[in-house]
């Protein structure tokens, strides 16, 4: 209820402030689904529009009402998901920067939005400032924060041995420093395996779009150091993840946690004992992996950051060598907590199966040192197939590093080759049908797409379109992975922007401690929510119905549709940023 009302306080507030545009004159339609931030000029611009009774639509100017665009609806199309019917408006021909509206004959205008180049820099830049706010153990001051300015939270300068996690020198209770990283997600831990992935993904960014980087600010306290606001971000997490690795082995512990989650509290109120457990081989491959990127990457900032790389370069190399000698030891949350106390039950990323972290670490190893012996075993010369990445499943991560630097390995065309064509061959199968799709993305086509965290899912697919454009130059795969970005931004069942901060429709509740506890209305910008889950686990009221697409709550209490994580946002910094970096210099 609370959040009804607000959304109608935020109507009529932009209703009172701006009732003498055309485009505030009416509250928006629900039935009209798009990007709510906007469109590159000579970029594909579509809208689903809910229900089958129109036929056709007006693209007008958002301050004077004037037509620019008149055009017809689509063929109706069925969501596979509620059976529901769209019809989708092309106004790719609007080509002239400006404010527009839609509107549909009898049905209502959308709320405006914008034609214009660099049209997704915002975005781009607010949800790597997302990960700012998400920093442990400093205080976020006004002049970098604003109104979320917030004392410092979690030192983590005291944080206890768990019994899981006993080795040589470290007893029991024994007291390590692990300060700095990122907060996982709505909750305070910082869990190394979920770091794993949202570091790769951070860092393949950079190295696949270097130059955009260069230039590209985020108000941080170190954007005035003359390294790019993307690595200072990343050395914040990259420091902490150091100290996670056990210095008399080499193995990394699991994560550093509480035993049972925070309350709804402000970081810093937060004082509840924190501990690291048991080391395993799923958290310490994924740190060889960020470890020997990270080596690549600060060997060039080196002026900056003495050292740096070489402490990555070792770090990887004893994590490798530790993982050798315990290849297949899992967390098991339940069996850790049957032998130890405390227990300890905040978010487990239990993950089953260490094959993909070997692939991904051994590449990274391998790009790092050239060494073959790296690669042993891991069977890539062979046809591969591609899976999307996930904290659990990042051997694709391993394929992208090896893709580029292809060049390169141009002499390694038989390890190569069989990449090219997974990535090819996946990109090939989510554009099958893209035309008999709802909101026609390539998001949603299987109810699968839809698990917890199904934001990510839309981001990554949109990333593994970008590599599979990059292999081919083919524009196909370029306007498809846009088009993830407009369903994450508005083009979807929900109707919801799901960068908070963001759009006409906004998330305004999620499960984000400092957003329920700190008392101000807006939640923290540039986070992404987590997006429609159709399993519903947190049991939340709120929920519309259970159709896959639609499965989603702007309600705090919904851990399971409406939370924030690193690894989410991760890939829409990656996806706003690859697509502003390739669309966003055009006119
Ligand atoms: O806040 C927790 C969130 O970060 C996790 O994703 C989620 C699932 O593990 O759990 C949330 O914590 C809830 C807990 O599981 C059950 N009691 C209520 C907690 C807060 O809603
Ligand atoms: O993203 C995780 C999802 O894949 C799991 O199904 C879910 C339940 O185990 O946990 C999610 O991760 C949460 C983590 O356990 C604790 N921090 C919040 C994460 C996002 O909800």
Same mark, same amino acid.
């Given at each position: 209820m609370k959040s009804l009302l607000n959304n109608i306080f935020l109507l009529a507030g932009l209703f009172a402030a701006a009732s003498s545009n055309l485009s505030f004159a009416q509250a928006p339609s629900g039935a009209i689904h798009l990007n709510q931030i906007g469109f590159y000029p000579g970029g594909t611009k579509i809208a689903a529009i809910s229900g089958d009774e129109h036929s056709s639509f007006e693209v007008r100017d958002a301050k004077s009402g004037k037509i620019v665009f008149k055009g017809k609806l689509g063929s109706s199309r069925t969501s596979q998901h509620s059976g529901k019917v769209t019809k989708i408006a092309d106004f790719s021909g609007v080509k002239k920067a400006g404010n527009y509206i839609i509107e549909v004959p009898g049905l209502g205008r959308s709320a405006p939005f914008r034609i214009a180049s660099q049209v997704h820099r915002e975005v781009a830049e607010a949800s790597l400032k997302g990960f700012y706010y998400q920093r442990a153990s400093i205080e976020l001051p006004e002049k970098f924060a604003g109104k979320w300015a917030r004392p410092a939270g979690h030192p983590d300068d005291k944080v206890l041995i768990h019994?899981?996690?006993v080795s040589q020198n470290r007893a029991e209770n024994a007291v390590i420093s692990s300060p700095k990283g990122w907060y996982d997600a709505g909750d305070y831990n910082k869990y190394i395996v979920n770091s794993g992935i949202t570091m790769g993904t951070l860092l393949s960014l950079y190295e696949d779009y270097?130059?955009?980087?260069?230039?590209f600010n985020t108000n941080i306290p170190e954007s005035n150091n003359g390294v790019p606001d993307l690595l200072d971000e990343v050395i914040w997490n990259l420091r902490w993840m150091l100290t996670m690795q056990d210095p008399a082995d080499g193995g990394v512990y699991h994560k550093l946690t509480n035993p049972r989650f925070d309350g709804m509290i402000m970081p810093g109120a937060a004082k509840n004992p924190r501990y690291v457990v048991q080391k395993n081989t799923p958290a310490t491959l994924d740190f060889v992996a960020v470890m020997a990127q990270s080596a690549r990457i600060f060997k060039s900032f080196d002026?900056?950051?003495p050292g740096l790389a070489d402490s990555c370069t070792t770090a990887a190399v004893k994590g490798w060598e530790w993982a050798k000698k315990n290849p297949k030891i899992l967390y098991n949350q339940n069996e850790v907590n049957k032998q130890?106390?405390?227990?300890?039950?905040?978010?487990?990323y239990g993950d089953r199966d260490a094959s993909d972290e070997w692939i991904w670490a051994g590449a990274e190893m391998y790009a790092l040192t050239r060494k073959k012996d790296y690669l042993e075993g891991l069977g890539l010369e062979s046809p591969q197939t591609?899976? &999307?990445?996930?904290?659990?499943?990042?051997?694709?991560? =391993?394929?992208? +590093?090896? &893709?580029r630097f292809s060049e390169d390995l141009k002499?390694? =065309?038989?390890? +190569?080759?069989?990449?090219?064509?997974a990535v090819t061959n996946y990109a090939g199968t989510l554009l099958t049908d893209l035309e008999k799709q709802p909101y026609n993305t390539v998001m949603g086509k299987e109810a699968k797409d839809y698990a917890w965290g199904s934001s990510s899912v839309a981001a990554n697919q949109g990333i593994a379109l970008l590599y599979a454009y990059r292999i081919?130059?083919?524009?196909?795969?370029?306007?498809?992975?846009?088009?993830n970005l407009d369903y994450l931004l508005g083009r979807n069942a929900t109707g919801y922007c799901f960068l908070t901060g963001f759009g006409s429709k906004r998330v305004m509740h999620p499960h984000h401690r400092p957003s329920i506890a700190d008392g101000i209305e807006e939640p923290v910008p540039g986070l992404l929510s987590g997006g429609p889950n159709p399993a519903q686990q947190d049991k939340c009221a709120g929920y519309p119905n259970k159709f896959a697409d639609e499965s989603f709550t702007d309600n705090d209490c919904s851990y399971a549709s409406n939370e924030i994580a690193i690894n989410w946002n991760a890939p829409m910094v990656y996806l706003s940023a690859a697509i502003e970096a390739i669309m966003g210099q055009e006119k």
């Open positions: 019994a899981s996690a270097p130059a955009y980087f260069e230039n002026n900056k950051f130890f106390d405390p227990d300890i039950v905040t978010g487990a591609m899976v &999307l990445p996930t904290w659990s499943q990042v051997k694709t991560l =391993g394929y992208y +590093t090896l &893709l002499s390694e =065309g038989q390890l +190569t080759n069989p990449l090219k064509q081919t130059k083919d524009r196909k795969y370029r306007d498809a992975s846009l088009g």
